[in-house]
């Protein structure tokens, strides 16, 4: 009983623990279900997430493929060489130089390999290109796979040329009127060989500018014929004073399809014709002071004073004027300025219509000339003997004279526009420095152009010898106290210099000097042109000329005045062995070298004074010549002679002559000096024994003088007489605005005081000056032989030269604008030194390919032609090495010259030249290959017979033109004219030959045609239209004198080149002389 409880007791014992452990189960199992569903639940959010995440970062793989692809004749061919199957939406991209291919897999796959869906291993793809200058272009590649949107292959398959399109460059317009202008385009086909033509669009600029769709007029497409070349074009029935808009434009076929026509064109250029009023000022802007020219040339007017509320006065309609808005003139120092410019004096005659309402003023012209102020410059010790006077800037003045002692001073004063002179403790001086410490008599000042502030005197010095000394005079009217240059110009006994500024750097000087061996009257003239940089240095005598001849009195010249006519011609005044009043013509050629007319004019033949004369140009050909007079040995006074000159400054004829003073002062005149004060009214200075006057007197544009002698209003004594002597007075314009002019002069105060006087004056009008501007521009510190030029690209051209007579070559790059503008510098310089290169009279430059360009000239005194090739940038970099050089020679021949070039084909070329060799064969011509890294070879050469040639002398010249309509025919032209003592010899002969595109030159000639037996100078070739050419060359028609005559032919040449004659009769002027020059000389 107790093991059966006990059994029970342990029963229930199991029966406890049985149920803790089933307890215990159900917890486990709970919480795995619930790990179980917690992991369920993330995979599934985990899969929601992934489902919506973007799909980049799940995109397939760049496929793994190998493709090969390659040039197989006309067809660029990709083939599938082993990896994964291509889809057949892969993009390809293929470039042919400049033009761009895009396509898919599908689109050229043929059909049977494309079935599958993929491009696959062993299928290829064939992408044709029928253009001719497929061996040459530049072809890259780029396969796109769409799926993986990544680049699968990428590369170049063939070097070669990216830029083979043919281009239209537009050109600058000229012969601009008010209905027509002539427009001008350069085209280049490159490497292009089947028909060409051009043409124009223009528009009105307005038409564009308000619908940029409006379509354009065209001129009919021309057909042209060769590789590159320029084309212009006559626009006419334009509206007058109106902006127009052209385009160059270039057609050609499809490398792909002939009947398909491509186009490429220039940038859009614009002109503006002229109008039919040369300025025109309407006066009617509301406000400001800038006068608009309406005519739209650009020469706007500028109201003074420039202070608004003392300028010409803005009115409007409502104050009874003409046009809407108008301006009123005080009368008194009110003026419009508009600056000279080219377009307002087209021809040699001009009108003038104003729309003016007068109203009263009672001031008039010339009359009541009030004295401002004086003041004292200098004195004996620091110079007031021969004065000059300059303006410096603005209120500052510089005068040059000497003292007593003849030390050379230069003085700075200050006067304001209204006429006052501002003083220091004693005197008006701001400041004074001695630049001659030994001699110095009649000194001039002039500033040196191109400098801010520097100047140069001429005078006597040292010896008598005649002296340029440089110094530096800042615009607040500081010296910088010392002399930058002084050089000795001439070591004669000279006296009187007169100088003058010519053009660039030069200046010319006119003197006399004294020669001992002539009886009387022993002032001789002379003028030579010295350098002056502006940088002060002086370089003497760059040309010289002496009037004097031997021991004869012809070139007696005294107190000459020299004066510029037009141009580079000048006119030098004098007083000759006669004593009587003479003129001479110069001529001085850019700006130094001289040429002298040979006569002597005589303006007055009865006597004039031993005093200085001054000139003055008046109107037109009208001048003025002031001087003391006299007849016999009676003196007249101050007389003005008005006389004619021609352009070249030779005289014509007398005009009007007057004294300017009563009998009473004739014998006491002296000094005299003129200044034009304003239209016809002109202002003269001089001395009368001790005291000093100054005179106003009107002279018309027909020379006519107006004197008004005994009227006292007319004239004004600014020095009374004393016991004061006064010499050598000037007088120079203050303020054309406030009618100021300032005198100098040296009065003497005892016999051993002297001093300086500076005083203004007024002498009111009712007009103004007109300035007058001179504008120059000097392309580079270089000189310049032989040059040839070539579009580089856009406004960037490359220049080839010789930069010393027989000796190096330079190549420089520069810019040049659509407006014509000249950049100062070059963009960069490529020299080619000695001894590698002495060129002689020939240098050409060619466009090759890519930046490659070809430059070749002949060699002085040597039988070589040289061809150098070397890489120009777009922007005008230059390489700073050539690309190759190659010596075109021939053994047994002497002095190769006169090549020129012309392109065959591509990259072939062939260079005509000659050589002097007197014996047979000496024209040449040789073709040559240029690679694209720019290597030279030598091709062909083919020799012709000598068509004269001499050992005596030569002027030989070669041409080279395809000819129209031919298959591979150039016509060859060369030239020589030989001459020995008493006779002229040579020919000129035109060769037709074939050169085939490779550059091989069939050996016999198709025709040869002489068309000048005698006398043939430099002749030129071009083709007019069909079988059309025209001709022209020089011929020489005499020998003593050696004189030579310019003639036009016309011609026929065959398209087969079997035919060559002059042009028959009827059908055009066959040939003409053009002109005749004769004594041909240096």
């Not at 280049?188 to 124009?200: A, C, E, H, S």
């Not at 300025?279 to 406000?287: A, P, T, V």
């Not at 003129?583 to 303006?603: C, E, M, P, T």
């Amino acid at each position: 009983m107790m093991r059966a409880i006990r059994g029970l007791n342990i029963h229930s014992t199991s029966l406890r623990k049985k149920n803790q452990q089933k307890n215990k189960a159900t917890s486990e199992v709970l919480g795995t279900l619930l790990l179980i569903g917690i992991c369920v639940s993330l995979f599934v959010l985990l899969a929601i997430a992934t489902m919506s995440m973007p799909s980049v970062f799940f995109s397939n793989p760049t496929p793994s493929v190998n493709i090969i692809g390659r040039i197989e004749g006309n067809s660029v061919v990709f083939e599938h060489h082993g990896g994964q199957g291509i889809p057949l939406d892969t993009e390809i991209t293929v470039w042919f130089a400049e033009t761009k291919v895009v396509t898919t897999v599908g689109n050229i796959l043929d059909a049977a390999s494309k079935a599958d869906g993929e491009w696959n291993i062993g299928e290829k793809i064939f992408i044709p290109n029928n253009d001719p200058n497929l061996p040459i272009m530049l072809v890259s590649v780029s396969i796109t796979d769409k799926e993986s949107n990544s680049v699968i292959m990428r590369g170049v398959l063939q070097e070669g040329s990216q830029a083979v399109n043919p281009i239209a460059v537009t050109l600058n317009a000229d012969s601009i009127t008010t209905d027509t202008a002539k427009i001008y385009m350069h085209y280049d086909y490159r490497y292009y060989l089947g028909t060409k033509k051009v043409r124009f669009t223009y528009i009105k600029a307005s038409i564009y500018t308000a619908n940029n769709s409006a379509p354009w007029n065209s001129t009919v497409w021309v057909q042209v014929f060769g590789h590159n070349g320029s084309y212009n074009y006559n626009l006419i029935g334009l509206n007058e004073n109106t902006e127009y808009f052209y385009q160059a434009w270039v057609q050609y076929n499809s490398s792909t399809n002939a009947s398909i026509k491509l186009t490429s064109t220039g940038t859009i250029n614009s002109f503006r014709t002229q109008s039919y009023s040369s300025g025109l000022w309407r006066f009617d802007e509301s406000s400001g002071l800038i006068a608009i020219d309406s005519s739209n040339n650009g020469n706007n007017g500028t109201l003074f004073p420039a202070d608004v509320t003392q300028a010409p006065q803005r009115i409007n309609q409502s104050d009874n004027v003409v046009n809407n808005r108008s301006l009123r003139f005080d009368g008194y120092n009110d003026y419009v300025i508009i600056n000279h410019a080219s377009s307002l004096s087209p021809t040699n005659e001009i009108a003038i219509e104003a729309w003016v309402k007068p109203e009263s003023k009672t001031e008039f012209k010339g009359t009541n000339i009030p004295r401002i102020n004086s003041t004292i410059f200098g004195t004996q010790a620091y110079g007031c003997y021969e004065p000059d006077i300059i303006n410096i800037s603005n209120d500052r003045f510089a005068i040059v004279s000497r003292n007593s002692a003849l030390a050379g001073f230069v003085i700075t004063t200050q006067i304001s526009s209204e006429g006052n002179i501002s003083k220091n403790a004693t005197t008006s001086v701001i400041d004074i420095y001695q630049f001659e410490t030994v001699r110095c008599e009649t000194p001039r000042i002039i500033k040196i152009v191109g400098s801010a502030d520097l100047y140069a005197i001429v005078y006597r010095g040292q010896n008598g010898y005649l002296y340029i000394a440089t110094v530096q005079i800042l615009s607040n009217g500081k010296i910088t106290k010392a002399v930058i240059n002084k050089v000795t110009i001439d070591s004669i006994n000279c006296y009187y210099p007169d100088i003058i500024f010519t053009e660039g750097d030069y200046y010319a000087v006119a003197y006399s000097s004294y020669e001992f061996y002539l009886a009387a009257n022993r002032y001789v003239g002379r003028l030579q042109t010295a350098k002056i940089t502006p940088a002060g240095v002086v370089t003497a005598q760059k040309s010289y000329y002496n009037f004097g001849g031997g021991s004869t009195p012809t070139g007696i010249m005294q107190y000459l005045d020299i004066i510029r006519v037009k141009d580079d011609y000048y006119s030098i005044v004098f007083r000759d062995s006669d004593t009587d009043g003479s003129l001479r013509a110069i001529q001085i050629k850019n700006g130094w070298n001289i040429f002298v007319d040979a006569i002597r004019y005589k303006f007055d033949n009865n006597n004039i004074s031993d005093l200085p004369l001054r000139i003055i140009h008046v109107f037109d050909k009208i001048y003025a010549v002031f001087y003391g007079d006299k007849m016999g040995n009676l003196q007249r006074g101050g007389a003005l002679e008005t006389i004619i000159l021609s352009d070249t400054g030779t005289f014509v004829d007398s005009v009007d002559y007057d004294t300017l003073l009563p009998p009473a002062d004739w014998n006491q005149f002296s000094n005299p000096e003129i200044i034009h004060i304003t239209g016809d009214i002109f202002a003269v200075s001089y001395r009368l024994s001790t005291r000093a006057e100054v005179k106003t007197l009107q002279i018309s544009n027909l020379g006519v003088i107006t004197n008004h002698t005994n009227d006292a209003a007319w004239k004004y004594v600014y020095q009374p007489a004393s016991s004061y002597t006064i010499s050598s007075p000037k007088i120079i314009e203050v303020s054309a605005v406030k009618d100021t002019y300032a005198i100098v002069y040296p009065k003497s105060v005892s016999s051993d005081t002297n001093n300086g006087v500076l005083l203004t004056i007024k002498i009111p009008d009712n007009g103004s000056i007109v300035k007058k501007i001179l504008d120059s521009v000097l392309l580079g510190p270089v000189n310049f032989y032989a040059p040839d030029i070539v579009l580089v690209s856009n406004d960037i051209y490359a220049v080839v030269c010789r930069k010393v007579l027989y000796g190096s070559i330079s190549l420089h790059t520069i810019r040049i604008s659509n407006v014509g503008k000249i950049e100062k510098s070059f963009i960069d310089t490529l020299d080619i030194t000695m001894p590698e290169a002495t060129p002689g009279l020939s240098i050409k430059i060619v466009y090759v390919t890519n930046n490659i360009y070809m430059i070749v000239f002949d060699n002085y005194g040597s039988p070589t032609i040289t061809i150098k090739t070397v890489e120009i940038a777009n922007n005008g970099t230059i390489r700073d090495n050539f690309l190759c050089s190659y010596n075109i020679t021939k053994p047994g021949y002497s002095n190769f010259c006169s090549p020129n070039v012309i392109r065959i084909k591509d990259n072939i070329f062939a260079v005509s030249y000659h050589s002097t060799n007197y014996a047979s064969k000496s024209d040449l011509i040789s073709t040559i290959q240029i690679s694209l890294a720019g290597n030279i070879t030598l091709i062909d050469t083919y020799t012709a017979n000598a068509y004269f040639s001499s050992v005596f002398g030569y002027d030989e010249y070669s041409d080279i033109i395809p000819v129209d309509g031919s298959n591979h025919l150039y016509a060859l032209l060369y030239g020589y004219d030989y001459f020995i003592p008493g006779q002229h010899r040579g020919s000129g002969v035109i060769i037709t030959i074939q050169i085939n595109d490779t550059g091989v030159i069939n050996q016999n000639p198709k025709a040869t045609f002489t068309f000048e037996a005698y006398g043939c100078s430099r002749p030129d070739l071009i083709h007019i239209k069909n079988t059309t050419y025209a001709l022209a060359y020089s011929k020489s028609v005499g020998t003593n004198p050696y004189q030579i005559s310019g003639i036009v032919q016309t011609l026929y040449i065959s398209s087969n080149g079997t035919i060559i004659k002059q042009q028959p009769k009827g059908t055009s002027v066959r040939s003409v002389f053009l002109q005749m020059d004769q004594s041909i000389g240096p």
